[in-house]
């Protein structure tokens, strides 16, 4: 019996690498792991380790600035995550061995002037250039409004598109139906891919804090109910809307964040179908575990469960209020990373 990593695989789980550190995506690699996500969080914490000083430098002495020094760092970084996992993307027919680039989230900054409009022209013009000439490269939009006005267009380019910063099924029908409409202007689906990602454990601190009335048996329950119905919606969308390669669901946010939770709680309870993108800390969790991962994406907790749930939670409530702490999770690192670079060029 397989146990660990090739257990949750051998499930029917895909899994992406929460990182693109080289020295963790090779390992992952190793391990079984498909393809990779990268955010402004990771990056920042990449550059902060001193280990990119001296290619900061040599960009620095070429003349340079903070912003260019700080996406050529960030195109390096998925480029060689790219390389590394090209070849399950050909051997896959382009159905898996993709990178994720995220967009820039200084465009979501709240005290930015841009315009919605503004910001969707920004998504589209900066989601095309970064994608060309680049073969698994996957462009990451958030769910935000002007971020899913972009999706339209974007689809329509043929631009391989993650969805993500996604909390609720209305924003995911919104997201999923605004790519389709893109899609169809295409001249073939034969390469038409794009995933959604939805958020899972940020979920549960919410209710933690947020919704104290929900029983006990109810509570951190939520994460998990939310992301599997979004999949089995996306499941009968796209099994009316057939294509050649699948139009997955992304299980995001998968590291536990409440004390005393099983680091593998949201990892089983979605085991057995699409993609996992787990932190490297989560993977290790699984490994170390030993334990078997049997599929279990299919089934949902008891009709009281889900009673209490949908009774006593403000889904829309939560996913504004998930949205608004998502963006600023990323615009704040993106300011740490030109920080960053800013600090190193006075060095």
Known sequence: MTRGLASLIASGTRLWLDSVDPELVAAAR??????ATSNPVIIADLVKTGRFDARIAALVDGGADDDTVAWTLT?????????VFLGVWENSGG????????????????SSDLSHGERVARYVDRGVAWVKGQRNRMIKVPATPAGIGALEPLAAAGVPLNV????????YEAARDAVWRGASRLGSLDHFKSVYSIFVSRID????THVPSLPPGAQGQLGI?????????NRDFWGHHPTALD????????????????PCFYVEALAGADIQTNPPATNRAIEDSGRDFPRQIDSLPPAEVLHDLDSRVDTSAMGAALLEEGIAKFVSPQRDLLAIVRSRRRA
């Open 205 to 208: 601190v919410w209710t933690g």
């Open 30 to 35: 190793a391990a079984g792991v498909s393809g």
């Open 225 to 233: 109910v939310n992301a599997k119905r979004i999949w089995a919606a």
């Open 75 to 83: 195109d390096e970084l998925v480029s060689e995550a790219q390389r």
């Open 95 to 110: 159905n898996d061995g993709w990178v994720s680039f995220e967009l820039d989230p200084l465009l979501e900054d709240p």
């Open 247 to 262: 139009q997955s669901i992304v299980f995001a946010s998968t590291g536990v964040k409440q004390a005393r939770v099983d």
């Open 164 to 171: 993500t910063l996604l909390f609720t099924h209305r924003q």
